[in-house]
Structure formats: C-alpha cells, structure tokens
C-alpha cells in the first residue's frame, strides 16, 4: 500500500489569489493523480502528474489554471490559481501502484473554500 | 453527464441487518467496476472489485452483483455493522483507459444502533 499525506487539509482563500497543495508518498508509485470534488458531485479527475514533465489534463481542466508539477516519484502539487468561489471544493491527491484501481490510494484532501 | 450514478444521496440500515448500496451505469463499455469507502476528513480506500465477465463477487462480509443487462451493481454489506457507517462510492473504469476512473457520487451509509 501507499500512504499519501498531503496538505493544507483545509484553506479559506480570497478570490483572485492562488493556494498550492503538496502530495506526498511514502513510498515510489508509479501514477500520481489529482481529484476535485465539488459540493454534492463524484470525484472528478483533473490530471495526471507526470514525472519531470508537464501533467495531462483531462476535457474541461488548463494548466493555466491547475498548473500541476511532479519533481520526483513520490511528490506532487497541484496549485488552484486566480481562485473564484466556484472553485470551492475538496481536492484530493491519489496515487496508484498498479492494477485497475484496486492499488489506487488517496491522501485526505484539501478543503478549499473562495470567499 | 453522469456515467455513473448512485442515486440515493443516504441509506440508514438497522446494525446486523443488509445494507445494499446500488448504483448504475450508462456506458455498456464499461468493464471493471469498484467501490470505495470513505470515512470523514479521510481519502477514499478501495473496498470491492468486479470484472465485467462475473456476476458477482465476494469478500468477507462484502458482495457485490453485476446485472450487465441492466447496467446495474449493488453492494451488499451483511451483516451490517457501526464501523460500515461511511460514504460508499461506485466508480467503473473504461477498457480504453486504465488510468481514469469514473466515480458515482456516493451513498452516505449510516448504521443505526
């Protein structure tokens, strides 16, 4: 298994401003994914963390605004930028050892509210 | 568009009886499917797979049935139990993309005492 911490677990920012969360693994993965849960919605993948390259993004996420970066096997940050209150959700980091989901773990999320 | 959808939001289930969690799916595609279970202020955890060429499998105290037909799979939980009390997510995967899976939005499992 993996065990992912990551943080803030929660944040309160003001809009226009921008807020990056960390991810980390404890242990080498081999896919790295961020998450956004909006209110009263499924989970929705953002991107995948690349190793040392740029993130692919899925339909309806830019990297202008969800620039992603993944330094290394088992960091990653996602940052929310020029944030409106229509970003206010719950973001999550997972990560992956294999498999078809069964080895997929995730970190605790972070809470964000736009004011 | 939700391809895959749980649609009671909640469930309240007596401790020692039969919580069955359901959701569906709309793509005919699909052909893995998983749940997750999810306490507060947690990530998800992985509970319970099955592929599309079963109709049903089992761990422990959890089952869960796959009506291809009806594009349907419930997860069974028996005998229910205080722990269980948590926000339960389908979710399926697509043969075309290993990577990405397609979440419901979840069924919030209460146990009552």
């Known amino acids: 298994s993996a065990v992912i911490s990551q943080k803030p677990s929660r944040d309160i920012c003001q809009r226009g401003t921008s807020l990056t969360i960390q991810c980390q693994v404890d242990?080498?993965?081999?896919?790295m994914f961020w998450y956004r849960q909006q209110p009263g919605q499924s989970l929705t993948l953002i991107a995948t963390a690349n190793q040392g390259s740029e993130a692919t993004y899925e339909s309806g996420f830019v990297i202008d605004k969800f620039p992603i970066s993944r330094p290394n096997l088992t960091f990653s940050t996602l940052t929310v930028s020029n944030m409106s209150p229509e970003d206010s959700s719950i973001y999550l980091c997972?990560?992956?050892?294999?498999?078809?989901?069964?080895?997929?773990?995730f970190g605790s999320g972070t809470q964000l509210s736009v004011l | 568009d939700q391809q895959v959808k749980q649609n009671s939001p909640s469930l309240s289930v007596q401790e020692g009886r039969i919580s069955i969690l359901n959701c569906d799916y709309t793509n005919s595609m699909f052909d893995y499917f998983l749940w997750y279970k999810k306490y507060p202020a947690e990530g998800p955890t992985f509970l319970i797979s099955?592929?599309?060429?079963?109709d049903k499998n089992e761990d422990g105290r959890f089952t869960v049935f796959l009506n291809k037909s009806a594009k349907h799979l419930s997860l069974h939980i028996v005998p229910s139990q205080p722990g269980d009390s948590a926000v339960y997510f389908c979710?399926?995967?697509?043969?075309?993309?290993?990577?990405?899976?397609?979440f419901g939005k979840g069924t919030r499992l209460h146990i009552l005492p």
């Open positions: 979710a399926a995967i697509p043969p075309y993309r290993d990577d990405k899976i397609i």
């Open positions: 099955i592929s599309s060429i079963k």
């Open positions: 997972s990560a992956s050892t294999g498999g078809r989901g069964e080895k997929l773990f």
């Open positions: 242990s080498q993965v081999t896919m």
